[in-house]
RNA sequence: CAGGGCGUAGCUCAGCUUGGUAGAGCGUGUGGUUUGGGACCACAAGGUCGCAGGUUCGAAUCCUGUCGCCCUGACCA
């Protein structure tokens, strides 16, 4: 936290908070849950009045989210400038042709949300902004002397997702922060390695002044391209992605990323029994086979029939253990070069039984590799039979294909290079750590809210950006981008911290800091009262939302909860008699105690100081 | 896009199988009794049953089409 741009609590020392009126503002609480609505965070949302939905993956932010959310921002503000980074603002309308040098129009795909002017032009609603900014650089960035350059902008982004799903966790519609910044060098103050360690930095900084738990972790880099990459997730069962980890390293990387420590094998011992054919069909997934088989996913080899993206493709059969799952970085690393699952009309054309394919046909199909996770590679297994509706038993790699030799039981690799042993599955819990000997992996849930990538220079060559360096010689630009998902933060922070009541919101990016639940305030005199108790708190810089509605103190108590403002002051025409109020934290479970009248403010500034 | 489900009052849902004048609870308005964890009584407002065709004397209900929404999967902030 030390290179944190405020280390003070996160309320304003300096600036006066406001004073809101439940009556004169729109917070729309409802009993039931939209039937909709089945992820914590959407169904606390929409009950709690922060947001309604418009259309599919489309919301309206209400006050409460909206107010949420410009707190959000202003941390990344904060912190994106304590860090160098500078803010513009670029439009949401791209013209399409700025995708055409970076490919991304094809790449992206049905991603885009495309639209069509009354000339006939298409543009897009910008998904993210590498082109623009690239584009913008080309004729604004002319020397070497201006490096290194970070530059971030706070807007909403456009992606035709293909399901959105779970509110504001994952919309087609949504609010961004996405910086890129521009260097020459890898290394050195000015090199792009440094911005990132900072921009990792402020990220840490950003997460945590929001309240929310969270990991940093290692990453697949995915369309935008480029070489390292860390994701920041919120720590949350109910998390979209996996994250291994290694308690004793430290190590921790996402599912797609984690790397797997090392395996032995062997092609040793003899086959356990015959070869044995078998009639399965319509057996949709391996469990039912492998049931049928007698055995289970994990006595199966699954083979994955793949295709390298080139000029002239060659088939890539990928061998994992029927339990595992392919990753298709890993394959595209050992590769070399980018590949993808085979079209299925084209794989049976060329002989695979797709759903019954075995390893063999890496030998029998032509200009195959064969790549055979170590976790597979030896001992005898159930697989296809290379035939549609049909699988075998006791099938022994030595025996019963003429994939193996001694250069690939020696070393792992066959004699004509084709046939490899190479991790190209996805880690589970309980893998080798790749990083401390004897310790294992480790599985949890996240909720992707940050994303930092070293893009190098993919965009700036194709979209010719180059500057003349010292030497005056051209040199590529290269380039970091830094995206956090705004609205998503919110939703991430309410999925992990809420319970049956409603939301718990944390206090630095709570819509307001202090919830004054008045009993009675038609009652003489008290909503003076109040408005004396409001102003003293907002003028030491809390935001108050004063609960005035005529309701009976139940609903008022249960709207609290939904929309857990962390802290809470009951004042009633009993307690003003008596010189005293109420106090309650949202995250305290038993009832609130008394104040008296004189303290509630330093017990409001305690509190804010060690929640 | 594939598979599954759902569209009836502001919200949650019943009614549909077996066609016959549109229902409940919550919420809303008014009046009254109440007032510390979603009170009670009375009255009232509120729906061309997603939309378009068809069958029928008659359709929320049966048939066809269409639009929208949700869930499961491949993608991602």
Redesign the pocket.
Same mark, same amino acid.
């Given at each position: 936290m030390s290179n944190a741009a405020t280390t003070t609590s996160p309320i304003s020392t300096s600036s006066s908070g406001c004073v809101h009126r439940w009556t004169q503002t729109l917070i729309p609480?409802?009993?039931?849950?939209?039937?909709?609505? !089945?992820?914590p965070s959407?169904i606390f949302m929409v009950?709690a009045g922060y947001i309604r939905?418009v259309?599919?993956?489309?919301y309206t932010y209400l006050p409460l989210a909206w107010r949420a959310l410009r707190k959000i921002s202003e941390i990344v503000r904060e912190e994106m400038d304590a860090a160098g980074a500078s803010e513009l603002l670029m439009p949401t309308l791209e013209p399409i042709e700025l995708y055409k040098d970076t490919k991304r129009d094809v790449d992206y795909g049905d #991603?885009l949300f495309k639209l069509e002017d009354r000339h006939g032009r298409i543009a897009a609603l910008g998904p993210?902004h590498e082109e623009v900014i690239t584009d913008l650089m080309c004729s604004s960035l002319t020397s070497y002397k201006q490096f290194p350059l970070n530059l971030y902008q706070i807007q909403t982004?456009f992606?035709d997702?293909?399901?959105?799903?779970?509110?504001? #966790?994952?919309?087609?519609e949504?609010?961004?922060k996405?910086a890129y910044s521009f260097h020459l060098e890898l290394e050195g103050d000015a090199g792009l390695n440094d911005t990132y360690d900072k921009m990792y930095q402020a990220y840490t900084n950003i997460f945590t002044r929001c309240g929310l738990d969270f990991s940093a972790v290692e990453?697949?880099a995915?369309?935008?391209g480029g070489s390292a990459s860390h !994701?920041?997730m919120v720590n949350c069962v109910s998390g979209?992605?996996t994250i291994l980890y290694c308690p004793s390293s430290g190590y921790a990387a996402n599912v797609?990323k984690a790397e797997i420590g090392e395996r032995s094998w062997s092609f040793d011992g003899a086959p356990g029994s015959d070869l044995t054919k078998h009639h399965t069909p319509k057996m949709p997934g391996i469990e039912l086979v492998a049931e049928h088989l007698g055995t289970t996913a994990s006595g199966m080899l699954k083979t994955i029939v793949m295709r390298t993206v080139e000029d002239t493709p060659r088939w890539v059969l990928a061998v994992v253990r029927g339990d595992h799952d392919v990753n !298709?970085g890993k394959v595209r690393d050992a590769v070399g070069c980018a590949v993808e699952m085979a079209p299925e009309g084209e794989a049976r054309k060329a002989g695979f039984a797709i759903g019954y394919v075995s390893p063999r046909m890496g030998y029998v199909a032509e200009n195959s590799l064969v790549l055979i996770d170590p976790d597979a590679a030896g001992g005898t297994w159930a697989t296809g039979a290379d035939e549609n509706d049909y699988h075998v038993t006791g099938w022994h790699w030595s025996r019963d294909s003429e994939l193996v030799d001694s250069r690939l039981e020696e070393t792992g690799v066959s004699e004509d290079g084709l046939v490899r042993i190479v991790s190209i599955r996805n880690a589970v819990a309980g893998d080798p750590s790749p990083r401390a000997e004897g310790s294992v992996l480790e599985e949890r849930r996240g909720i992707?809210?940050?994303?930092i990538?070293k893009l190098g220079s993919k965009y700036s060559d194709a979209m010719g950006l180059s500057v003349l360096d010292r030497d005056q010689k051209k040199r590529s630009v290269i380039m970091g981008c830094y995206?956090?998902?705004?609205?998503?933060?919110l939703a991430a922070c309410v999925e992990m911290a809420h319970d049956e009541?409603?939301i718990v919101m944390p206090l630095a990016i709570a819509p307001y800091h202090v919830q004054i639940v008045v009993?009675?305030p038609?009652g003489d005199g008290v909503m003076d009262h109040v408005d004396a108790l409001s102003k003293e708190l907002s003028s030491n810089g809390f935001d108050v939302l004063v609960d005035d509605r005529?309701?009976?103190?139940?609903?008022?108590?249960?709207?609290?909860?939904?929309i857990g403002i962390p802290l809470?002051i009951?004042?009633?025409?009993?307690?003003i008699e008596a010189g005293e109020v109420?106090f309650?934290r949202r995250s305290d479970e038993g009832?609130?105690v008394l104040v008296s009248r004189g303290e509630i403010l330093n017990t409001c500034l305690d509190a804010a100081k060690s929640l």
């Open positions: 609480t409802t009993r039931d849950a939209p039937s909709d609505a !089945e992820t959407h009950r939905s259309g599919s993956g489309i #991603l993210t982004k992606r997702e293909f399901r959105p799903r779970a509110g504001l #966790l994952r919309c087609r949504f609010i961004m996405d990453a697949e995915g369309p935008i !994701e920041f979209e992605d797609e !298709e992707e809210v940050g994303h990538f995206g956090i998902g705004v609205s998503r933060t009541n409603g009993i009675k038609e005529s309701e009976r103190p139940g609903p008022k108590f249960k709207d609290a909860d939904l809470r009951i004042v009633s025409p009993k307690t109420e309650k009832k609130a």
